[in-house]
T-cell receptor
Framework: GENVEQHPSTLSVQEGDSAVIKCTYS??????FPWYKQELGKGPQLIID?????GEKKDQRIAVTLNKTAKHFSLHITETQPEDSAVYFC????????????FGTGTRLKVLA | DSGVTQTPKHLITATGQRVTLRCSPR?????VYWYQQSLDQGLQFLIQ???????AKGNILERFSAQQFPDLHSELNLSSLELGDSALYFC?????????????FGPGTRLTVL
């Protein structure tokens, strides 16, 4: 069935270093890939997304890359700051039909000051 | 603030009881999704409604049901509650079909079953 694998489950980096989180999806029909940040006690917040007709997208310190052939997509955070500490979720979905998201299991990112 | 509201914020109840969680989507959004997030777990899709009609079902137990009303708010009903139903329940809404399909999440309802 539909599945999204996410790695690593936890990640600690020094402030200023880069962080990379990777996801693999199983449904080759998926064509929309959002990333969410969830801070403690809050709902997930969309931080960046990418569609299957694009290989890379950047927004300030955050970038997402997509390899459709390998069914991989990754989140890159550069110049990490303590406020980047949170749980990050990737998801895969279709832009037609139900639009339901299949989420990865999450990555707990800790940025050490 | 995503524009999605959920009530109540916290709910504590006993096993065997029934509760109702409420969600109001962003203005203009027709789709409502419900997700369950257990401790240290990811987000599990439960059910989706679009403009009042059920659109998709995920891993939703038979003891759970939902509906979307004409004013587009949605309710998730959980009955015969078990300890394992303790979790965060999120609803999300998204714009009408054909637009961007990002989902906007509410702040969640934390359910504790004792």
């Amino acid at each position: 069935g539909e599945n999204v694998e996410q790695h690593p489950s936890t990640l600690s980096v020094q402030e200023g270093d880069s962080a990379v989180i990777k996801c693999t999806y199983s449904d080759s029909a998926s064509n929309y890939f959002p990333w969410y940040k969830q801070e403690l006690g809050k709902g997930p917040q969309l931080i960046i997304d990418i569609r299957s007709n694009v290989g890379e997208k950047k927004d300030q310190r955050i970038a997402v890359t997509l390899n459709k052939t390998a069914k991989h997509f990754s989140l890159h955070i550069t110049e990490t700051q303590p406020e980047d500490s949170a749980v990050y979720f990737c998801a895969a979905t279709l832009t037609s039909g139900t639009y339901k998201y299949i989420f990865g299991t999450g990555t707990r990112l800790k940025v050490l000051a | 603030d995503s524009g999605v509201t959920q009530t109540p914020k916290h709910l504590i109840t006993a096993t065997g009881q029934r509760v109702t969680l409420r969600c109001s989507p962003r203005s203009g959004d027709l789709s409502v999704y419900w997700y369950q997030q257990s401790l240290d777990q990811g987000l599990q899709f439960l059910i989706q409604y679009y403009n009042g009609e059920e659109r998709a079902k995920g891993n939703i137990l038979e003891r759970f049901s939902a509906q979307q009303f004409p004013d587009l708010h949605s309710e998730l009903n959980l009955s015969s509650l078990e300890l394992g139903d303790s979790a965060l329940y999120f609803c999300a809404s998204s714009p009408p079909a054909g637009g961007r399909n990002e989902q906007f999440f509410g702040p969640g309802t934390r359910l504790t079953v004792l």
